[in-house]
């Protein structure tokens, strides 16, 4: 049963350009959400996050979009750069046992921006 | 570069034998998940520790697979007796602390386990 899913496995966006990476999750007890980006043969890097009590949130270039009735989370980076180029992965939290806060992620989109 | 540390990063061990996997959380971090990813999927929980204490292990296999965060020292993914279904990644992350609802999870580099 997959909780997160990212339905596009990739994305080719022109630079300067804006990238839309979409997230739908099925768990309404997910109370906070998160992306991170992925480069081969590296761990995940944190990018944005956003609880549920809100429906957006920004950081520069990167701005994360909720819509809780939708259970659906985007990510836009507007204007893309090469170096954006990456798997984006989403993921969801929710309180669990003993107050663990484990991640459930999407399958990830690798993002390609074009020079 | 105080981030999480992982080792080693790449591991290669034949079937049947035991894979020792090793993080260092974050420095002020005293709270581990370990996640694996397999080829073409998403990272998928697997335990949470904090020093001395499994909190969380809804999500490691029943057989073969353990861990443990000491004291002292860093945390230890165990598999014993590998099969080639244990060829993957395996990431570990760190928090500072639990549950909180900005409590964001920082991620080593991964070791990736292939079984011969």
């Known amino acids: 049963d997959q909780q997160v899913k990212q339905n596009s496995p990739s994305l080719s966006v022109q630079e300067g350009r804006i990238s839309i990476l979409n997230c739908d999750y099925t768990n309404s007890m997910f109370d906070y959400f998160l992306w991170y980006k992925k480069y081969p043969a590296e761990g995940p890097t944190f990018l944005i996050s956003?609880?549920?009590?809100?429906d957006k949130n920004e950081d520069g270039r990167f701005t994360v979009f909720l819509n809780k009735s939708a259970k659906h989370l985007s990510l836009h980076i507007v204007p893309s750069q090469p170096g954006d180029s990456a798997v984006y992965f989403c993921a969801a939290s929710r309180i669990s046992s003993g107050s663990a806060r484990q991640l459930t992620f999407g399958s990830g989109t690798q993002l390609t921006v074009l020079p | 570069n105080a981030g999480v540390m992982q080792n080693p990063r790449h591991l290669v061990r034949r079937r049947g034998q035991e894979a020792r996997l090793r993080c260092s959380p974050m420095k002020g971090h005293s709270h581990v998940y370990w996640y694996r990813q397999l080829p073409e999927e998403g990272l998928k929980f697997m335990v949470y520790l904090q020093k001395e204490n499994i909190i969380d292990e809804s999500g490691m296999p029943k057989e073969r697979f353990s861990a443990e965060f000491p004291k002292e020292g860093p945390s230890i993914l165990r598999i014993q007796q590998v099969v080639r279904g244990d060829s993957a990644a395996y990431f570990c992350a760190s928090s500072p602390l639990p549950g909180g609802m900005t409590d964001t999870q920082y991620f080593g580099p991964g070791t990736r386990l292939t079984v011969l």
């Open positions: 956003i609880s549920s009590i809100k």
